[in-house]
């Protein structure tokens, strides 16, 4: 593999190939991990997009190349219509409620209080727990006929008579928004308090002097601040709330109505359950087209040529921080 | 350096974690001769683990060693087909069900099993369910499980509120049921319609007990047209949103919801019960409603139409790229042999896969209402068989998921899945 | 246009009458046990505290909002662990506990039983998917730990070399590693499954290794690269004037002061492979590679899924991943902004 030659520090003998290991030093390093990347990532994605051209016969494993007829098939799937429609619902609504709830519960938690130490801490908690355990948590949580949900909202007198949460497409939809919520939310949190953390208190009093209240300090001073991280965060979150699966495959199965047959789950029935490969492979395609044009929409808006774009863009490292510590 | 023993510590627990892991894992200590690897649904009835029992007797007897998986029915389901298509060699014995038959053969996944099976067996087993798991005059599954439904009811609420006698068709359920519903009971009846394939199975069984058809005798869709499949959906519609006959938690309730509901007397109906109910309702450990149940002789149905139950029947199946045949068929041979059958239906209460079980007066003195099931027995109907089934299987829900919540009308929904099913039917025959 | 201070008088007025108003709708709310319709009753409370807001003196201004702060606080914090503290109780509680209506919050006799099978194995109790846990166990943490330790020694590597060298294709390989972060799990599963079954990696540990390197190993190489940027050059330099050589500089000078980022990123990867379901669903079928995730949906009769025993198995798979966060919180947190802040 060549990774033997590489961790060996060059020797003072100048035979030929250790001058050839001199020279090409940092090409040796970095080729284990690009012999991965190329393995596991990029070579699959070149057969991927073979294979959305072609109908894998699941038998003797035999491609025949069909054209665009998967795409087209795709295209005409009323399943998948709706499946991407769903799936840009869910994570538009996902994502900005993450986000806006993420940076207020970090602004609370910004603030002295006692306890605040054990409270931030605990924010570990959902973002470290297996998805599949939340998934469970949370279809227990929704039961129609047990679930603590109806439970208590029956006996505070909310509602009189138990409700089918994951019965109704709205209902169910809402009940995978919360449970990814209650997840996702405190990696916004984390990262939020970590960011708040650098912005320098003078900025703040400066701003009181000149009579700005908080609600304008945060417009102002706090949001401008945070805005690489609010970038960063958007663009994975959005990548990762696209690809829910846990959740859906758990709590609803992709139902009722397939409300909550997200893409991600349709991808897998097709490939999986109804073994069409070559359908599955041009679907899985236009959800990384998806991504990616959320990407670039995220990063034209966010980088309208302001002063701090370099920060997101630096990647020569060594640079100094633009902050003061 | 406190960071140098912060990692060391870490990886130190991390080793700690993964020793004290190893020491806590239980495997069979006969590891001498052959290993199969065996996937299938739990038995419904099956509450004291007695497969399970019965698989480590298996081994002790024969030092096959088995690594059991038992799971869900869609988990089986989804991990079945994705193994078969993948070219198969995971599993030794699978779970075959009704609904497969077609495809399976299809695609030639399965090991014949006529060169295996003693006269005996043949001959012994019930022979509907036989011919049930064989495809042009070839057998390719060993039933290990008689699951048909029954129609049971709650007899005590059924008398205190005036009737004798339970419902025979579906109008007289609703009018009963209303008046139920008057006396204080929360709902008359509760179903499975979840978005998974036992949603299908409850719908598939209403249709057919309105005399209707989805599917003709050559697999050609004929949901789109059929008055008699309208009006059963027309009826779950109705239940589930107008008379508010049956529960709405229907919409995403599993099987052993229903029978919870209903062995805590918040239901009187019990449409689709496995035999195993009528025990779980009289063990006063789990059910508010000890000797209420009844068997009802003539199972549910719409005027005019026939009387029928559904039969779900699955059986145990070689894949032909199995690496260990003999084994996994001594292992099928063992759990449905006839001694097995008749102590797990004595212990768990499940319906005999051979026929003279039938009549075996030990069972018909433990069980003696099974005599109230032959009068339903002899209607039992299966699922439509397709290539295809799967797939069918979720649009169906789909589509009885927007008709029961109105969010489209009966007419649409079913013309809508007929369209669906034609366009998948032409995919695969391409 | 009102004067100022006649504003301030009719906002005292309304705030006096809400007052009344709210006083006489929670004595009648008492009196009759009922609370009405709620979502008015909260409206109304939202008017009051913001009309009185602007009642109220600076002073007592303070307090408020400290009470308010707390009241937020608290609020986090029941949100926050309520569901998991549910899932804590179905651990410890019965069926019948947990099906009985009205719900019993705590179970009527908590039992230890669930833990008991899960941990010293269920021979002919409960189901199989019991007797599976601590086999899943072990292969989660065997997966788990190995593609830790590959990719950290192999992502190091790649991160020193392009922290430290500028070499052709330098930035193009580096974009091309963070470019595969971007690609959903779901277009690699079909061609890695593909692939896998006719090498015969379904259904491996080694299967499941390789591609949990396929995400755990871009992100390594980026977040160690932010970290390592961030020490200056001159102290390996000093070093390989002693006479280390460059790897030897970087073993003996970067890695100790890199230990705090090594730290939060192997925790991260930690948790990160602990946690995947999506390509363990769909690439393990039996014991030979079945990880925790995926034994977790395996509790469930062919009926329904047995939530106590799920719940069970949920706690116990999540303290892993759950304690190493804990302990480690202050690492993490720095891990994860510090890879937000440069990525």
Redesign the interface.
């Known amino acids: 593999m060549g990774v033997r030659s590489a961790v060996e520090p060059p020797r003072s003998g100048q035979s030929a190939i250790a001058q050839w290991r001199r020279r090409h030093f940092p090409q040796l390093l970095i080729s284990p991990s690009l012999l991965i990347i190329l393995g596991v990532l990029i070579i699959p994605i070149i057969y991927s997009l073979v294979v959305s051209f072609a109908w894998l016969n699941p038998a003797d494993r035999s491609l025949d190349f069909v054209g665009l007829d998967n795409y087209q098939a795709m295209l005409t799937d009323q399943s998948y219509r709706k499946s991407m429609a769903l799936t840009v619902l869910f994570t538009v609504i996902t994502v900005i409620l993450e986000m806006t709830l993420g940076i207020a519960i970090a602004m609370v938690l910004n603030r002295p209080f006692k306890g605040r130490g054990f409270l931030r801490g605990l924010m570990i908690l959902p973002w470290a727990l297996p998805g599949v355990v939340n998934a469970i948590l949370w279809k227990w949580i929704f039961n129609a006929n047990y679930g603590p949900l109806n439970a208590a909202l029956f006996q505070l007198g909310v509602i009189d008579q138990y409700k089918v949460w994951l019965g109704e497409p709205v209902s169910a939809f809402g009940a995978i928004v919360i449970a990814s919520l209650w997840k996702e939310t405190p990696y916004v949190i984390l990262l939020t308090i970590a960011a708040l953390a650098t912005i320098p208190k003078d900025l703040y009093e400066s701003a009181e002097i000149d009579g700005a209240g908080p609600w304008k300090a945060f417009w102002r001073i706090t949001l401008p601040m945070i805005r690489p991280v609010v970038l960063v965060l958007l663009i994975t979150k959005t990548i990762w709330t696209v690809q829910t699966y846990d959740l859906i495959y758990i709590m609803t199965a992709g139902g009722p109505q397939n409300a909550t047959q997200f893409i991600t789950l349709l991808v897998q029935r097709t490939a999986f359950k109804y073994q069409n490969f070559g359908t599955a492979a041009a679907m899985s395609y236009s959800v990384s087209m998806l991504c990616f044009f959320l990407t670039y929409l995220y990063i034209k808006v966010f980088m309208r040529g302001d002063d701090w774009s370099g920060k997101v863009k630096q990647s020569k490292g060594l640079r100094p921080k633009p902050v003061r510590r | 350096?406190k960071?140098?023993q912060?990692?060391a510590g870490?990886v130190g627990?991390?080793l700690a974690?993964?020793l004290s892991?190893?020491g806590?894992?239980?495997k069979p200590s006969t590891s001498t001769g052959d290993k199969i690897?065996v996937?299938l649904?739990?038995?419904?009835m099956?509450?004291i683990?007695f497969n399970?029992?019965a698989t480590?007797d298996f081994t002790a007897e024969t030092g096959i060693e088995v690594?059991?998986?038992?799971?869900?029915?869609?988990?089986v389901a989804?991990?079945v087909?994705?193994?078969l298509?993948?070219?198969g060699g995971?599993?030794d014995v699978i779970e075959f069900d009704n609904a497969w038959v077609a495809k399976f053969y299809e695609?030639?996944w399965l090991e014949p099993l006529d060169s295996y099976i003693s006269e005996e067996m043949r001959s012994g087993l019930l022979q509907g369910l036989l011919e049930t798991f064989s495809s042009d005059g070839k057998l390719y599954g060993i039933p290990w499980n008689n699951d048909t439904r029954f129609f049971m009811y709650n007899a005590a609420i059924l008398q205190a509120s005036g009737f004798s006698k339970p419902p025979e068709t579906w109008e007289q359920l609703e009018e009963m049921s209303l008046k139920l519903k008057a006396d204080g009971l929360p709902y008359g009846y509760m179903d499975a319609y979840?978005?998974?394939q036992?949603g299908a199975n409850e719908v598939t069984a209403m249709v057919y007990s309105f005399g209707g058809e989805l599917f003709d005798a050559d697999g050609q869709p004929v949901m789109g047209t059929d008055p008699k499949t309208k009006a059963a959906f027309e009826f779950m519609v109705k239940s589930l949103n107008d008379t508010k006959i049956a529960d709405?938690?229907s919409?995403?309730?599993?099987?052993?919801?229903v029978?919870?509901?209903f062995i805590?007397g918040d239901t009187a109906f019990f449409i689709q019960a496995w035999p195993g109910v009528f025990q779980s309702a009289n063990d006063p450990?789990?059910s508010l409603i000890v000797d209420q149940i009844a068997v009802a002789d003539v199972a549910l149905h719409a005027n005019g139409a026939e009387q029928v139950v559904l039969t779900l029947p699955e059986a145990m199946a070689i894949p032909k790229t199995s690496k260990n045949k003999a084994a996994a068929w001594q292992y099928i041979e063992y759990m449905s042999g006839r001694d097995l059958d008749k102590e797990r239906a004595l212990a768990i209460g499940s319906l005999p896969l051979w026929q003279d079980l039938y009549t075996d007066t030990d069972l018909t003195t433990k069980y003696p209402y099974w005599a109230n099931f032959s009068g339903q027995i002899a209607h039992a109907r299966a699922l439509p068989s397709l290539t295809?089934y799967?797939?069918y299987a979720?649009?169906l829900?789909?589509e009885a998921?927007?008709m029961f919540?109105k969010?489209k009308t009966v007419e649409k929904g079913l013309a809508d899945l007929q369209e669906?099913c034609e366009a998948l039917a032409g995919?695969y025959t391409n | 246009m009102t004067s100022p201070t006649r504003t301030r008088q009719i906002g005292r007025l309304v705030w006096y009458i809400l007052s009344v108003l709210l006083a006489a709708w929670i004595a009648s709310g008492l009196a009759w046990q009922a609370l009405g319709p709620w979502y008015l009753f909260a409206a109304l409370v939202v008017a009051w505290v913001v009309l009185g807001w602007h009642q109220t003196s600076r002073k007592l201004r303070k307090r408020l909002r400290r009470v308010v702060l707390y009241g937020l606080a608290s609020l986090i914090l029941v949100w926050t662990i309520a569901p998991f503290a549910w899932l804590v109780i179905a651990s410890v509680s019965t069926k019948a506990d947990l099906i009985a209506k009205p719900l019993r919050w705590l179970p009527a006799k908590p039992t230890l039983q669930n833990y008991r099978d899960m941990l010293f194995g269920t021979a002919g109790r409960t189901t199989d998917a019991a007797s599976q846990f601590m086999g899943a166990f072990t292969n989660s943490l065997i997966i788990t730990i190995t593609v830790v330790i590959i990719a950290l020694m192999v992502g190091l590597l790649a991160s020193y070399a392009y922290s430290r060298f500028r070499f052709r294709g330098h930035s193009g390989l580096l974009n091309l590693t963070l470019f595969t972060q971007m690609i959903p799990a779901v277009v690699l599963i079909i061609p890695l499954y593909i692939v896998f079954r006719q090498v015969g990696l379904l259904d491996t540990k080694a299967g499941l290794i390789i591609t949990y390197l396929s995400f755990v190993l871009p992100y390594l190489v980026w977040i160690l690269k932010g970290y390592i940027d961030g020490i200056p050059t001159d102290l390996e330099e000093a070093a390989m004037i002693d006479g280390c050589g460059r790897l030897g500089a970087f073993v003996r000078v970067v890695l100790p002061v890199a230990a705090t980022g090594l730290a939060a990123t192997v925790i991260f990867a930690f948790i990160l492979a602990w946690n995947e379901f999506f390509f363990a669903m769909n690439f393990t079928q039996t014991l030979a590679s079945k990880t925790l995730p995926v034994v977790l949906t395996e509790f469930s009769s062919k009926f329904g899924p047995n939530f106590v025993l799920a719940a069970t198995a949920g706690v116990l798979a999540s303290l892993p991943p759950v304690l190493v966060a804990l302990i480690f919180q202050k690492y993490i947190i720095t891990g994860l902004s510090a890879g937000a802040l440069k990525g």
């Open positions: 350096m960071k140098h912060l990692i870490a627990l991390a974690l993964s892991a190893c806590g894992g239980d690897t996937l649904p739990a038995h419904e099956d509450n683990g399970e029992q480590r690594e059991l998986i038992y799971m869900g029915w869609d988990n989804d991990r087909i994705a193994d298509t993948a070219g995971s599993y695609n030639d979840p978005a998974l036992s709405p938690a919409l995403t309730a599993d099987y052993e919801t029978e919870n509901v805590s450990t789990l295809y799967d797939e979720n649009i829900m789909e998921h927007m919540a969010t669906r995919k």
